[in-house]
């Protein structure tokens, strides 16, 4: 009797454990299948590799508290094996959908199809509201940037050039994502760019390269650390051995050696910064950088060899850059397009030859003329643009450069009409009301 009570309390719990193991294939595996499902296919791949733990275990917990709702005491023992099956189950998740993703394409810095229209913007306009009174309300918006429109391709460098305060920087924001579009739109390859739906890939897909150094890089990591996070976060390497091999490839790529691994960033100059930056950018395989003001902080000699860099790693690997600065000299050395801006808005744009060589719009002139000139046999009387920017809280009607226009061609219709677009070439247009009658920079001077 005692031997078939031993067979029947084993076959109960065999059929328990059975009841269990079908009760959480039902309410764990499949639920957190499907979700991983619906990541692949909605072209959030690479989270998978990093959320499937989370994805399990939260499937695992919500079977566990909905098969216990009718047999509370039952809890404990479920949430320890919900623990366990989701280990597991994530384990086979894994195992199945790696098999589908192209880590390949994701991982390795791949050539990109030339020409390819990469970036479209399409009158677009950032405010900032202003608030104000006791109960703060808007009483103003800052028209930060107001109604751009742009393109860029792979292979290209767009040099994006103006005085401090006209909207560049805010532009970079709204391509990342990290601000909110008033009007227009943004589009990268096809996927609109909003900033309450920005995903990975897109994350993955653009970068920036920021102006300080110092300011970009944790003091407290070391560069196998800074260069891995974007390996980690949105491609989802987790292994050392693996994660150190790419970041070594990464700083071969920027000239850095093997044994700038493990340093920290004060042990670097501040060329060797602006290096690990752009191998930190590099990690994801871009297709679009943006590059804001990267060399102002820098020497001149370090500065040409950033900017050498650069040129190399787009012909080798063909990315596209919004280059922001406001030196006309790097934009001369970098770009290929050159676009002027001022208070907003796109003013000029058109091919770094037709810019340099044929400036149409009195601002572009002005900027022009106003370079530093390293001639000391140059008897050039330095030029200096007229009055202050104006605020972008209240810019001025009609053509927003009116007040500061030195051009003969001004007239009282600068004073109130909106300067629309002109061309002058094929690819060369200005946004003016009445443009100056067209001379080289050298007629001009």
């Known amino acids: 009797m005692i031997f078939q009570g031993d067979l029947i309390i084993d076959f109960l719990i065999g059929v328990i454990l059975m009841d269990f193991l079908i009760e959480f294939l039902l309410f764990t595996f499949v639920p957190a299948y499907i979700v991983s499902f619906f990541l692949i296919n909605w072209d959030d791949r690479s989270q998978l590799l990093r959320k499937t733990y989370r994805i399990c275990l939260a499937s695992a917990i919500l079977s566990a508290l909905v098969g216990n709702l009718i047999t509370l005491f039952k809890f404990g023992p479920n949430l320890l094996l919900a623990l366990v099956f989701s280990v597991i189950f994530s384990l086979i998740i ?32 950032v405010y900032y509201p202003l608030v104000g009174g006791v109960l703060k309300r808007q009483i103003g918006a800052v028209k930060a940037v107001d109604g751009v429109t742009l393109n860029i391709k792979t ?83 987790t292994k050392k051995t693996e994660l150190r091999k790419h970041v070594l490839r990464l700083l071969e790529e920027v000239s ?15 060329g060797q910064k602006q290096r690990i930056i752009i191998a930190r950018a590099l990690a994801c395989n871009p297709e679009l950088i943006i590059l804001d003001e990267p060399t102002s902080a820098l020497d001149v000699s370090v500065q040409a060899q950033i900017l050498n860099l650069l040129k190399d790693l787009q012909r080798t690997y063909g990315y596209g850059f919004l280059f922001i600065t406001h030196n006309l000299s790097v934009v001369n050395h970098i770009a290929d397009q050159v676009a002027v801006m001022y208070l907003g808005r796109i003013v000029e744009i058109g091919t770094k030859k037709q810019i340099f060589a044929k400036p149409t ?10 370079r530093i000139r390293v001639d000391p046999d140059s008897k050039d009387i330095k030029f200096v643009i007229d009055g202050e920017v104006p605020s972008p809280i209240a810019p001025p009607p009609g053509c927003h450069f009116n007040p500061r226009c030195v051009s003969d061609a001004r007239t009282k219709e600068c004073e109130f009409e909106v300067p629309h677009q002109m061309k002058i070439e094929e690819g060369h247009y200005i946004w003016c009301v009445n443009p100056p009658v067209l001379k080289s920079i050298s007629e001009q001077e």
Request: charged letters at 30%; proline letters at 4%; aromatic letters at 6%.
């Open 256 to 270: 850095l050696k093997k044994e700038h691994l493990d340093r920290y960033p004060h042990e670097f100059s501040g």
């Open 155 to 237: 292979g290209d460098t767009l040099g994006l050039v103006g005085e401090s305060g006209c909207g560049k920087s805010t532009l970079a924001k709204a391509i990342l994502g990290l601000v909110d579009i008033k009007e227009g739109e943004i589009n990268f390859n096809e996927i609109k760019v909003d900033k309450d739906e920005y995903s990975s890939f897109l994350r993955q897909k653009i970068q920036i390269v920021f102006q300080d150094p110092d300011a970009s890089l944790n003091p407290r990591m070391k560069v196998v650390d800074i260069i891995s996070e974007p390996l980690k976060n949105l491609l989802g390497i």
């Open 361 to 370: 719009h009195p601002y572009t002139q002005a900027l022009l003329r106003s």
């Open 94 to 125: 894994k195992s199945i959908y790696l098999k589908r993703i192209p880590l390949g394409q994701i991982r390795e810095l791949s050539k990109l199809e030339q020409g390819k229209l990469l970036l479209e913007i399409n009158d677009l306009k």
